[in-house]
Protein backbone atom coordinates (compact mmCIF):
# COMPACT_ATOMS: atom_id res chain seq x y z
CA UNK A 1 0.00 0.00 0.00
CA UNK A 2 1.26 3.51 -1.03
CA UNK A 3 2.08 6.20 1.65
CA UNK A 4 -0.13 9.19 2.73
CA UNK A 5 1.38 12.10 1.37
CA UNK A 6 -0.63 15.07 2.24
CA UNK A 7 -0.92 18.70 3.93
CA UNK A 8 -2.88 18.59 7.01
CA UNK A 9 -5.33 22.10 8.33
CA UNK A 10 -5.43 21.11 11.74
CA UNK A 11 -5.82 18.30 14.56
CA UNK A 12 -8.88 17.11 13.17
CA UNK A 13 -7.32 15.79 10.13
CA UNK A 14 -3.92 14.73 11.37
CA UNK A 15 -5.41 12.70 14.39
CA UNK A 16 -7.70 10.76 11.97
CA UNK A 17 -4.20 9.30 10.53
CA UNK A 18 -3.51 7.54 13.86
CA UNK A 19 -6.40 6.21 14.93
CA UNK A 20 -5.57 2.76 14.40
CA UNK A 21 -2.65 2.09 16.60
CA UNK A 22 -0.82 -1.78 16.41
CA UNK A 23 -1.02 -4.04 19.61
CA UNK A 24 2.72 -3.76 20.94
CA UNK A 25 4.61 -0.69 21.54
CA UNK A 26 4.06 2.66 19.65
CA UNK A 27 6.63 5.29 20.08
CA UNK A 28 6.27 9.06 19.77
CA UNK A 29 9.59 11.22 19.26
CA UNK A 30 10.15 14.48 17.95
CA UNK A 31 13.61 15.61 16.20
CA UNK A 32 15.23 18.79 14.90
CA UNK A 33 16.09 18.77 11.11
CA UNK A 34 19.71 18.09 12.08
CA UNK A 35 18.53 14.97 14.31
CA UNK A 36 18.44 16.57 17.97
CA UNK A 37 15.87 15.12 20.25
CA UNK A 38 16.70 17.73 22.41
CA UNK A 39 17.08 21.13 22.90
CA UNK A 40 18.55 22.18 26.48
CA UNK A 41 17.36 18.90 27.74
CA UNK A 42 14.22 19.54 27.09
CA UNK A 43 11.81 17.70 23.63
CA UNK A 44 9.55 21.25 24.42
CA UNK A 45 11.53 23.95 22.27
CA UNK A 46 11.35 21.88 19.06
CA UNK A 47 7.68 21.16 19.32
CA UNK A 48 4.78 23.58 18.32
CA UNK A 49 1.02 23.85 19.44
CA UNK A 50 0.13 20.91 17.15
CA UNK A 51 2.72 18.55 17.82
CA UNK A 52 1.65 18.85 21.29
CA UNK A 53 -2.13 18.22 20.89
CA UNK A 54 -0.99 15.41 18.46
CA UNK A 55 1.32 13.93 21.63
CA UNK A 56 -1.90 14.24 24.46
CA UNK A 57 -4.24 12.98 21.78
CA UNK A 58 -2.15 9.69 20.75
CA UNK A 59 -2.21 8.80 24.45
CA UNK A 60 -5.87 8.22 23.58
CA UNK A 61 -5.11 5.19 21.88
CA UNK A 62 -2.72 3.83 24.35
CA UNK A 63 -3.52 1.83 27.51
CA UNK A 64 0.33 2.60 28.76
CA UNK A 65 2.39 5.33 28.16
CA UNK A 66 5.50 4.20 29.09
CA UNK A 67 8.86 6.78 29.01
CA UNK A 68 11.98 7.41 30.63
CA UNK A 69 12.95 9.14 33.92
CA UNK A 70 15.18 11.87 32.79
CA UNK A 71 12.44 12.72 30.26
CA UNK A 72 9.40 12.41 33.21
CA UNK A 73 11.59 15.14 35.38
CA UNK A 74 13.17 17.74 32.44
CA UNK A 75 9.40 17.75 30.99
CA UNK A 76 7.81 17.58 34.33
CA UNK A 77 5.57 15.17 33.68
CA UNK A 78 2.12 14.67 35.62
CA UNK A 79 -0.52 12.46 35.01
CA UNK A 80 -2.58 12.07 31.94
CA UNK A 81 -5.30 14.77 31.41
CA UNK A 82 -8.31 14.13 30.03
CA UNK A 83 -9.53 17.63 30.01
CA UNK A 84 -6.53 19.14 28.31
CA UNK A 85 -7.55 17.15 25.09
CA UNK A 86 -9.44 19.09 22.58
CA UNK A 87 -11.48 15.76 21.40
CA UNK A 88 -13.90 13.82 23.59
CA UNK A 89 -12.63 10.94 25.19
CA UNK A 90 -13.81 7.70 24.22
CA UNK A 91 -16.93 6.98 26.79
CA UNK A 92 -15.77 4.40 29.51
CA UNK A 93 -11.93 4.57 28.08
CA UNK A 94 -9.07 3.60 30.87
CA UNK A 95 -6.79 6.66 31.71
CA UNK A 96 -3.50 4.81 30.46
CA UNK A 97 -1.19 5.42 33.31
CA UNK A 98 2.31 6.88 33.22
CA UNK A 99 4.79 4.18 33.59
CA UNK A 100 8.77 5.51 34.54
CA UNK A 101 11.84 3.44 33.83
CA UNK A 102 14.09 4.02 36.87
CA UNK A 103 16.82 2.47 39.17
CA UNK A 104 16.44 5.06 41.53
CA UNK A 105 12.81 5.25 42.09
CA UNK A 106 12.94 8.96 42.13
CA UNK A 107 9.94 9.96 40.40
CA UNK A 108 8.56 13.89 40.69
CA UNK A 109 5.51 15.22 42.91
CA UNK A 110 4.10 16.24 39.50
CA UNK A 111 3.43 12.70 38.76
CA UNK A 112 1.06 12.27 41.96
CA UNK A 113 -0.93 15.65 41.39
CA UNK A 114 -4.03 13.01 40.84
CA UNK A 115 -4.29 10.65 43.72
CA UNK A 116 -6.53 8.51 41.28
CA UNK A 117 -4.02 7.76 38.44
CA UNK A 118 -1.18 5.90 40.13
CA UNK A 119 1.80 6.32 38.37
CA UNK A 120 3.97 3.05 37.77
CA UNK A 121 7.69 2.40 38.68
CA UNK A 122 9.43 0.52 35.63
CA UNK A 123 12.67 -0.80 37.83
CA UNK A 124 15.09 -3.64 38.39
CA UNK A 125 15.09 -7.02 41.16
CA UNK A 126 18.34 -5.63 42.48
CA UNK A 127 17.33 -1.16 42.33
CA UNK A 128 14.10 -2.43 44.25
CA UNK A 129 16.21 -4.19 46.87
CA UNK A 130 18.61 -2.17 47.60
CA UNK A 131 16.64 1.01 47.49
CA UNK A 132 13.41 -0.47 49.11
CA UNK A 133 11.00 0.10 46.08
CA UNK A 134 7.35 -0.97 46.94
CA UNK A 135 3.99 -0.44 45.89
CA UNK A 136 2.31 2.20 48.08
CA UNK A 137 -0.52 4.59 48.25
CA UNK A 138 0.81 6.71 45.73
CA UNK A 139 2.64 4.12 43.00
CA UNK A 140 2.54 0.74 41.61
CA UNK A 141 5.81 -1.14 40.93
CA UNK A 142 7.01 -3.24 38.06
CA UNK A 143 9.85 -5.02 38.14
CA UNK A 144 11.34 -6.54 34.89
CA UNK A 145 15.46 -7.48 34.79
CA UNK A 146 17.70 -8.31 37.63
CA UNK A 147 20.30 -5.69 37.27
CA UNK A 148 18.75 -3.55 34.71
CA UNK A 149 15.57 -2.98 33.23
CA UNK A 150 14.92 -5.40 30.53
CA UNK A 151 12.18 -3.85 28.46
CA UNK A 152 11.13 -6.49 26.30
CA UNK A 153 10.29 -8.53 29.84
CA UNK A 154 8.25 -4.80 30.72
CA UNK A 155 6.26 -4.96 27.71
CA UNK A 156 5.09 -8.70 28.13
CA UNK A 157 4.36 -7.50 31.51
CA UNK A 158 2.23 -5.20 30.50
CA UNK A 159 0.46 -7.36 28.13
CA UNK A 160 -0.14 -9.84 30.62
CA UNK A 161 -2.05 -6.86 32.44
CA UNK A 162 -3.88 -6.06 29.71
CA UNK A 163 -1.92 -3.58 28.64
CA UNK A 164 -0.88 -4.62 25.00
CA UNK A 165 -0.90 -0.77 23.42
CA UNK A 166 2.71 0.91 24.72
CA UNK A 167 2.95 4.49 24.20
CA UNK A 168 6.76 4.65 24.75
CA UNK A 169 7.19 8.94 24.70
CA UNK A 170 11.37 8.48 25.18
CA UNK A 171 13.46 9.67 25.92
CA UNK A 172 16.10 8.27 23.36
CA UNK A 173 17.98 6.46 25.56
CA UNK A 174 14.72 4.29 26.30
CA UNK A 175 13.98 4.24 22.46
CA UNK A 176 17.43 3.20 22.03
CA UNK A 177 16.90 0.05 24.39
CA UNK A 178 13.46 -0.43 22.86
CA UNK A 179 15.22 -0.60 19.29
CA UNK A 180 17.50 -2.81 20.45
CA UNK A 181 15.37 -5.09 21.80
CA UNK A 182 13.24 -5.49 18.56
CA UNK A 183 10.54 -4.46 20.85
CA UNK A 184 8.70 -1.30 18.54
CA UNK A 185 6.10 -1.89 16.11
CA UNK A 186 5.11 1.88 15.01
CA UNK A 187 7.28 4.89 15.07
CA UNK A 188 5.76 8.49 14.92
CA UNK A 189 8.42 10.98 14.06
CA UNK A 190 7.91 14.82 14.18
CA UNK A 191 10.23 16.58 12.17
CA UNK A 192 11.14 19.98 13.35
CA UNK A 193 11.85 23.14 10.98
CA UNK A 194 14.85 23.64 13.42
CA UNK A 195 18.22 23.42 13.77
CA UNK A 196 19.23 22.54 17.33
CA UNK A 197 22.94 21.62 17.51
CA UNK A 198 24.86 18.66 18.98
CA UNK A 199 22.68 17.56 22.74
CA UNK A 200 23.52 15.33 24.73
CA UNK A 201 20.79 12.25 24.92
CA UNK A 202 21.96 9.64 25.39
CA UNK A 203 23.56 6.62 23.15
CA UNK A 204 22.16 2.83 22.31
CA UNK A 205 23.39 -0.39 23.39
CA UNK A 206 25.01 -1.16 20.00
CA UNK A 207 22.82 -4.41 19.94
CA UNK A 208 22.19 -4.36 16.50
CA UNK A 209 23.81 -5.91 13.73
CA UNK A 210 21.96 -4.00 10.97
CA UNK A 211 18.91 -1.36 11.20
CA UNK A 212 15.64 -2.48 11.50
CA UNK A 213 13.26 -1.62 8.17
CA UNK A 214 10.48 -0.18 8.76
CA UNK A 215 7.74 0.50 6.01
CA UNK A 216 6.53 4.36 5.50
CA UNK A 217 2.58 4.74 6.12
CA UNK A 218 2.44 8.61 5.97
CA UNK A 219 4.17 11.76 5.32
CA UNK A 220 2.30 15.11 6.60
CA UNK A 221 2.63 18.41 6.46
CA UNK A 222 1.54 21.35 8.82
CA UNK A 223 2.90 24.84 9.13
CA UNK A 224 7.02 23.77 8.13
CA UNK A 225 6.53 20.89 10.53
CA UNK A 226 7.02 17.03 8.86
CA UNK A 227 4.37 14.30 10.68
CA UNK A 228 6.02 10.77 9.83
CA UNK A 229 4.70 7.38 10.65
CA UNK A 230 6.55 3.76 10.20
CA UNK A 231 5.33 0.68 11.03
CA UNK A 232 6.99 -2.93 11.26
CA UNK A 233 5.38 -5.49 8.56
CA UNK A 234 5.70 -8.46 11.10
Not at 65 to 90: F, I, N, Q, S
Not at 147 to 160: G, I, L, N
Not at 179 to 190: G, S
Not at 213 to 232: E, F, G, N, P
Amino acid sequence: MAPHLAAVTDLDELIEYYRRPPIGVRANMIFSADGAAAFAGRAGPLSDPLDQALLRELRGFADVVLVGAGTVRAEHYGPVRVDAMPHRWPPGRPIPPIAVVSLSGFLPDTLFADPTQRPILVTSRCAADERGLRADQRRDVLIAGEHTVEVSDVVAQFRARGLSRVLCEGGPTLLDELVAADAVDEICVTLSPTLAGVQDVGHGRGALTSPLRMSLDHALTHADYLYLKYSRRR
